[in-house]
């Protein structure tokens, strides 16, 4: 979430607020197939205290894509519903990538900050070593001797 408190009034996608007369009036199905699709858990609408069911607008579009599927694509239910996972299960994945994104874009930003202090505390007499590499040239010192 954002941080910020959200009205309790205030209705989202997510919201359970259809009976399923209107739901099945919405999605162009026939009541009893919402309580068989609920029952295959293709369609999972949220319950009231007295066990009924209340669908979303997400509810809602999920039933249209599971006819969609059904009667357009030729697709078992029990095909639809191992779909459903598989979208449900990228979705959360994305949205781990996502979050795990944002811990390594954060960490990158402390690093970068912990570095610049680092430089920012290095004394200014100091004259950074630079490694020359001489080209296959060989210097060897030996010290004069005294004659005798």
Not at 22 to 32: E, T, Y
Not at 33 to 39: K, N, S, V
Not at 62 to 67: E, G, H, I, M, S
Request: glycine fraction near 6%.
């Amino acid at each position: 979430m954002d941080g910020r408190r959200r009205n309790p009034y205030q209705l989202t996608d997510e919201s359970p607020v259809y009976v399923i007369s209107i739901a099945a009036q919405l999605s162009g199905l026939h009541p009893q197939t919402l309580r068989q699709y609920d029952r295959l858990g293709l369609v999972s609408p949220d319950r009231t205290a007295g066990r009924g069911r209340r669908y979303s607008a997400r509810d809602i579009e999920l039933l249209r894509t599971v006819q969609q599927l059904s009667q357009d694509e030729g697709i078992n239910l029990a095909g639809i519903k191992r779909i459903i996972e598989l979208e449900n299960q990228v979705a959360a994945l994305q949205q781990r990538v996502a979050e795990l994104s944002a811990a390594v874009d954060g960490a990158a930003v402390a690093m970068q900050q912990r570095e610049a202090q680092v430089h920012a505390s290095y004394r200014r007499d100091l004259v950074p070593y630079q490694d020359v590499q001489q080209a296959g040239a060989l210097v060897v010192w030996r010290p004069k001797r005294a004659k005798d």
